[in-house]
């Protein structure tokens, strides 16, 4: 195929996109994308409840694989994906959950990569923060425990420059420090200090952690 007819062929499938974006934010007045959002948004599946909110920021990307980034948003619940986030799918599904009244913030240049995202009350990934493929984040037990002990929930905050490796389990309460590194299949249980390794099943501090405001 020539230049130009690739070129034509590539603003036809955005321009398609874009429809289906205005389309959906039709029929999920809660749905805000920014012009400047990558237009893959439109092969994303959208789960959305009438009085849920999702913004998708300026700059925000993701790959055009359909099916492959889902949003299920429940009832009063907000998902907020800043500029520059990348949601991305090509080694994974990306499946981003906020139950009933819950708040989610993605943040600028975070990149959440083929993981599972789950909020019941509130969950916060900072500014450049990395989260690897097969990780999963959750604020809640999700159930109760037993008859007489009730599920639990708690807010969890992954800060600026963190990096979650792959196939971790970060649970209820826990805060990961700026610029610190979980290493792959931990269980992180309790707080990681700023510019820690920790790494295990629980995660144990296993050395430090310089600057990563410019890793990659």
């Known amino acids: 195929m020539s230049v130009p007819l690739r070129a034509a062929e590539l603003r036809a499938i955005r321009a398609s996109d874009r429809l289906r974006l205005r389309l959906l934010r039709w029929r999920h007045p809660g749905l805000e994308v920014h012009p400047e959002a990558s237009s893959n948004f439109a092969c994303a599946r959208f789960n959305l409840a009438p009085d849920a909110r999702l913004r998708l920021g300026a700059g925000a990307v993701t790959e055009r694989i359909p099916g492959r980034l889902h949003f299920v948003v429940h009832p009063g619940a907000e998902v907020d994906v800043q500029e520059g986030a990348w949601l991305r799918t090509e080694v994974g599904e990306t499946v981003i959950v906020a139950f009933e009244g819950a708040r989610m913030v993605i943040g600028p240049q975070a990149f959440l990569n083929g993981c599972h995202v789950s909020a019941k009350r509130r969950v916060t990934v900072g500014h450049k923060a990395n989260v690897g493929v097969g990780t999963r984040v959750f604020d809640s037990d999700q159930h109760d425990m037993d008859a007489e002990r009730s ?12 990096w979650i490796a792959s196939d971790c389990l970060i649970l209820k309460g826990v805060t990961v420090g700026e610029h610190s590194v979980v290493g792959a299949r931990s269980v992180v249980t309790g707080d990681v200090p700023p510019h820690t390794l920790v790494l295990g099943a629980p995660a144990r501090p296993r050395g430090t952690v310089g600057d990563r405001s410019n890793a990659r």
Not at 154 to 162: E, F, K, L, Q, T
């Open 151 to 162: 599920e639990e929930t708690a807010p969890v905050s992954i800060r600026d420059h963190a």
